[in-house]
């Protein structure tokens, strides 16, 4: 630019001289007008060089926001603390960021490897692969989402290793505001609290094994739910009223199994669910919930089921504290018999305060009683105390080992066992 500048004006300058046929020396009042035009313009030079640099500068703080929104509204927030990742996890994940695209599929795995030995009559110590996990969720708009989940489990079949693929959940949901939301598909009955705490991801709880009253493919509870589930916030100000209420098909011919494929009698299983999560008290849930249905089975009279269930529960993991209790209630359609069946559990856990918070120790005592003649639940007692401890290797990583103590029925004797578990998520 000052280049331009200086050319124009002894351009100018010669051809004046050359019009007046004088020589091109410029005359004393001349060449301080140059001067004092150059000194000009190198100060508007270092104003536009200023302006210029402000200008480079100013777009720095949007472009790193712009970064940041843009990493938050794709990317799957990574737990930075076991709790908020179990929350995350809670009743059925969906994203919660905004997209800009639909769908935006989002996929975190689970796994773990388990080796057991017990001093139990007729079983054989080793390793196990345990389940591969995958949580598949995706916004398809501002209010709807789908989630699934699949597992793949090695089960020896004719002395050969296959994998048994499952659909554990499968579900879209309508999310109209924080007081309604409802949803269709297949999920974990939320009729207690650990069967919608903790899916098949083992990471996610802090012991090796579920207990026995929600054990994936027992009895005692229905563990999968197929139908349509309303659910949302009750306005109740700091006391944090949530709801529940379900319809689909109840338990299948096989009372472990949902009805995936349609219920097996034209009689609707129901559930409803509330609890409450003080805002002032962080972690800590209570509530209780209710499940009917009626049973039909091939080698059981038909019956009418009434599951009642109580928790308490306090997830700070300083301390760590979840009880429930559970009464199945069964009423013989054809002979008016009636049989309640209990379970209950209480674990403890701490995560110590040293070792970088890595040691978490625990302990769980769990007791289930069926009464005799009950025509479903027969064989399920259990009286058992579990001690472990949970390391944490990395954010999403963990290695866990215990003993349990275990006595299934009076007449058999009590069996002790070690079990240990790496488990991690991807």
């Known amino acids: 630019m000052r280049k331009l500048l200086l050319a124009v004006l002894w351009i100018a300058f010669l051809g004046g001289g050359t019009a007046l046929g004088q020589t091109p020396s410029p005359p004393a009042g001349q060449a301080e007008l140059v001067?004092?035009?150059?000194?000009?313009?190198?100060?508007?030079?270092?104003?536009?060089?200023?302006?210029?640099?402000?200008?480079?500068?100013?777009?720095?703080?949007?472009?790193?926001?712009?970064?940041?929104?843009?990493?938050?509204?794709?990317?799957?927030?990574?737990?930075?603390?076991?709790?908020?990742?179990?929350?995350?996890?809670?009743?059925?994940?969906?994203?919660?960021?905004?997209?800009?695209?639909?769908?935006?599929?989002?996929?975190?795995?689970?796994?773990?490897?388990?080796?057991?030995?017990?001093?139990?009559?007729?079983?054989?110590?080793?390793?196990?692969?345990?389940?591969?996990?995958?949580?598949?969720?995706?916004?398809?708009?501002?209010?709807?989402?789908?989630?699934?989940?699949?597992?793949?489990?090695?089960?020896?079949?004719?002395?050969?290793?296959?994998?048994?693929?499952q659909v554990e959940r499968t579900l879209i949901r309508y999310d109209y505001d924080d007081f309604f939301k409802i949803s269709f598909g297949k999920y974990h009955t939320p009729v207690n609290y650990w069967n919608t705490e903790f899916h098949h991801g083992l990471w996610l709880q802090t012991t090796i094994a579920r207990p026995e009253m929600v054990k994936f493919g027992g009895t005692f509870i229905p563990v999968h739910f197929v139908g349509l589930l309303g659910e949302g916030e009750i306005p109740s100000g700091g006391v944090g009223l949530n709801y529940q209420v379900g319809m689909g098909n109840g338990r299948g011919e096989n009372i472990a199994t949902a009805g995936d494929a349609g219920d097996i009698n034209n009689n609707r299983a129901w559930v409803v669910n509330l609890f409450s999560r003080p805002q002032h008290i962080y972690g800590l849930q209570m509530g209780g919930s209710f499940y009917g249905d009626e049973i039909t089975t091939p080698t059981a009279p038909r019956m009418?089921?009434?599951?009642?269930?109580?928790?308490?529960?306090?997830?700070?993991?300083?301390?760590?504290?979840?009880?429930?209790?559970?009464?199945?209630?069964?009423?013989?359609?054809?002979?008016?018999?009636?049989?309640?069946?209990?379970?209950?559990?209480?674990?403890?856990?701490?995560?110590?305060?040293?070792?970088?918070?890595?040691?978490?120790?625990?302990?769980?005592?769990?007791?289930?009683?069926?009464?005799?003649?009950?025509?479903?639940?027969?064989?399920?007692?259990?009286?058992?105390?579990?001690?472990?401890?949970?390391?944490?290797?990395?954010?999403?990583?963990?290695f866990k080992t215990e003993y349990r103590s275990t006595k299934r029925a009076t007449n058999e004797p009590r069996f002790n066992g070690v079990f240990l578990q790496t488990c991690f998520t991807f």
């Open 35 to 165: 001067t004092a035009l150059l000194e000009r313009i190198d100060r508007l030079e270092r104003r536009v060089n200023d302006l210029e640099n402000k200008l480079a500068c100013a777009p720095e703080p949007c472009a790193t926001n712009a970064k940041l929104v843009t990493a938050s509204a794709v990317d799957p927030p990574a737990p930075a603390a076991k709790n908020a990742t179990m929350q995350e996890h809670q009743d059925h994940p969906m994203p919660a960021v905004e997209q800009s695209t639909y769908p935006s599929m989002q996929i975190r795995g689970f796994g773990d490897v388990d080796f057991f030995a017990t001093d139990q009559k007729g079983t054989t110590s080793g390793f196990d692969l345990g389940q591969f996990v995958l949580h598949i969720a995706s916004p398809l708009s501002k209010k709807v989402t789908y989630f699934g989940e699949v597992s793949f489990t090695a089960q020896n079949v004719a002395q050969s290793t296959v994998y048994a693929l």
């Open 304 to 398: 009418k089921e009434l599951i009642s269930a109580v928790h308490f529960v306090w997830t700070r993991e300083t301390p760590e504290f979840l009880s429930e209790f559970a009464n199945v209630h069964h009423r013989v359609l054809d002979t008016g018999q009636v049989f309640n069946s209990l379970a209950y559990y209480i674990q403890v856990a701490y995560r110590l305060p040293w070792l970088e918070k890595k040691w978490k120790p625990y302990y769980r005592f769990e007791y289930i009683h069926a009464p005799k003649g009950e025509p479903v639940l027969h064989g399920t007692n259990l009286v058992e105390s579990t001690a472990g401890v949970r390391y944490d290797i990395t954010e999403f990583a963990a």
